[in-house]
């Protein structure tokens, strides 16, 4: 499947954006999804995950209560809600999909278990 990531930009502390995941080539339904991020100079860091059907939800500890992770299966994209932003959130955020599932609740927040990856949108929080 090929991902297509879009919605980042910049914004000021508080503010509100809706990143998109649109999914190409494959159908979506059959993937678990979750969204990473990259600050300049880190680590590609977990940050949300979603089961195939939408059924359960994962959010890494620092975005609990901010960020809203969710798919429409029919249209064939993942969204990831941020609110609340804060400056610390500046990244570029990537999506990714995984086909095979094994022990996903176990493996969610594990770039390794991702087959495929999108191109990354920018999200900078201004303080």
């Known amino acids: 499947v090929q991902l297509q990531a879009s919605g980042g930009g910049l914004v000021q502390a508080g503010g509100s954006l809706r990143l998109s995941c649109a999914a190409s080539?494959?159908?979506?339904?059959?993937?678990?999804c979750g969204w990473f991020r990259q600050a300049p100079g880190k680590e590609r860091d977990f940050v949300a995950a979603?089961?195939?059907?939408?059924?359960?939800?994962y959010y890494a500890d620092s975005v609990k209560g901010r960020f809203t992770i969710s798919r429409d299966n029919a249209k064939n994209t993942v969204f990831l809600q941020l609110n609340s932003l804060r400056p610390e959130d500046t990244a570029v955020y990537y999506c990714?999909?995984?086909?095979?599932?094994?022990?996903?609740?176990?493996?969610?927040?594990?770039?390794?278990?991702?087959?495929?990856w999108g191109q990354g949108t920018l999200v900078t929080v201004s303080s």
């Open positions: 990714a999909a995984d086909r095979s599932g094994t022990y996903y609740s176990h493996t969610y927040n594990f770039t390794d278990v991702y087959d495929s």
């Open positions: 080539g494959r159908t979506v339904r059959k993937y678990n």
């Open positions: 979603i089961t195939r059907s939408g059924g359960t939800t």
